[in-house]
């Protein structure tokens, strides 16, 4: 993990690198880093970036986000092909990055599935980075409000 982070301190670009790790508790959990280096006259200045929890600790949470994909399959397609090519990462690790947003953010998958295809055209993430725009994206749709479900008969 150290010699991974060295690596990015040294080169510029966007990278995830999933980490298994054992809590406090003994416990083993799945870490994905999600990051980007950025540089200038080939000296890395900054890496920013987040830390989510990928473990699936909880076999109705998978079943649930598995019937939402198939009932929102197309936002989920467009916004994973959106992560597949930012992070130059393969169709099950985009996945994994939405099912983590979702978890961390306490949204529906479909949601934030949404949130994301939907600002792709959204002039407030504008940049030329589509990797700098994923994660300006990702970081607003975590301060959306929850959608409300409909209340009976209105």
């Not at 990462?89 to 949601?111: G, K, P, Y």
Request: glycine share 4%; aromatic share 6%.
């Amino acid at each position: 993990m150290l010699d991974r982070l060295h690596e990015h301190l040294r080169t510029a670009g966007a990278y995830t690198h999933v980490y298994r790790v054992t809590d406090a508790h003994g416990r083993s959990r799945r870490l994905r880093l999600v990051a980007k280096s950025t540089a200038k006259d080939d000296r890395v200045l900054s890496l920013h970036g987040f830390v989510l929890d990928v473990t699936n600790d909880v076999q109705t949470w998978q079943t649930d986000a598995i019937d939402q994909a198939m009932q929102h399959r197309a936002a989920i397609e467009q916004a994973k092909g959106a992560l597949m090519l930012a992070f130059h990462i393969d169709d099950v690790e985009a996945f994994d990055m939405l099912r983590a947003f979702s978890s961390r953010q306490n949204r529906r998958l479909a949601d934030v599935a949404a949130y994301i295809t939907a600002s792709l055209s959204d002039p407030t993430f504008i940049d030329p980075d589509p990797v700098q725009v994923l994660l300006e994206i990702v970081a607003a749709s975590a301060v959306q409000p929850v959608r409300q479900p409909h209340p009976q008969g209105g």
